[in-house]
């Protein structure tokens, strides 16, 4: 079993910065592919990042040049920091990881976080 807990959200005008944060425990072997998902009330869920064991990125065009995503390995702990942020950002991030990236669909995880809320306003 893998446990991941989100912080790091809240409210941040437009144009801001946010550093979310997600403390990785458990079974760890399961999380070679780790990433960020967002949803917004009566959206698809959306697939922000990706960062695999290797450190390779993958990025949403929605996020590409203002997102980045990084792992702390000593601390266990998944990084992601949004600059530039508008309105659209809005929406509940989760933590999530799974054994492998699936490179078609960077939603597709198997384990997941409680999310955390971020409020972009204009």
């Known amino acids: 079993q893998v446990y991941l807990v989100e912080s790091g959200g809240g409210p941040v005008q437009a144009g801001g910065s946010l550093r979310l944060s997600c403390a990785v425990s458990g079974y760890t072997y399961d999380t070679y592919c780790m990433g960020w998902v967002r949803q917004a009330p009566g959206t698809e869920r959306e697939g922000v990042a990706t960062?695999?064991?290797?450190?390779?990125?993958t990025y949403a065009d929605s996020v590409k040049g203002r997102f980045t995503i990084s792992i702390d390995n000593a601390k266990n702990t998944l990084y992601l920091q949004m600059n530039s942020l508008k309105p659209e950002d809005t929406a509940m991030y989760y933590c999530a990881a799974d054994r492998w990236c699936n490179r078609y669909d960077r939603a597709d995880f198997g384990y997941w976080g409680q999310g955390t809320q971020v409020t972009v306003s204009s």
């Open positions: 960062i695999d064991s290797d450190g390779s990125t």
